[in-house]
């Protein structure tokens, strides 16, 4: 099953490759989604400390970092088949992710859809359909905006280290409210 955020390498596994999907040109060929792998480093070589944060606690490497949330995403595109095929997911189920506003829709997809499609399938393995889901989107709209206005709707500031933040938020909550049961 494929994580929902990113997780920290272990020092104990081999890193793994960094996820591919198709090119759209249908080449054959793979481009390389989501933020950049970390560089390499020898097994003698400790592990970098996670950096500091502006409030001075320090980022667990299990949350998505501020990059995560950067715009690279929308340069991978995949027609309607190879985002399936990417996703692991069944054709019609891509059309009721598009229907349900929870992807794009729009031909070609980018690689935020895909990031969406992914994790709808791994939600699907855990019985939650994609008419469940559409919940999920207006929130995650809802976040952008409060996380848009409180930057004033300017770009100068970039809105990533806030939507990391609202993700532990977000996760936070979840863990709470899962654990009161």
Known sequence: SRPLVPAAPSTAEPRSAPETAPCADNSGASRRIG???APARSPAEPAAAPADTPSGRRRSPRWPEPEYFTPELG????GPQGLARAAGLEPHR????AGYGLISGAEPATGADLLVAR?????LDHGIEPRHLRQVAVAAGRAAALIRAAGGGTTRVSPAPAAAALVRLEAALLRAALLDD
């Open 35 to 37: 933020p950049s792998p």
């Open 75 to 78: 340069e991978m595109t995949l």
């Open 94 to 97: 891509v059309a009721e992710l």
């Open 119 to 123: 994790a709808a399938a791994d939600l």
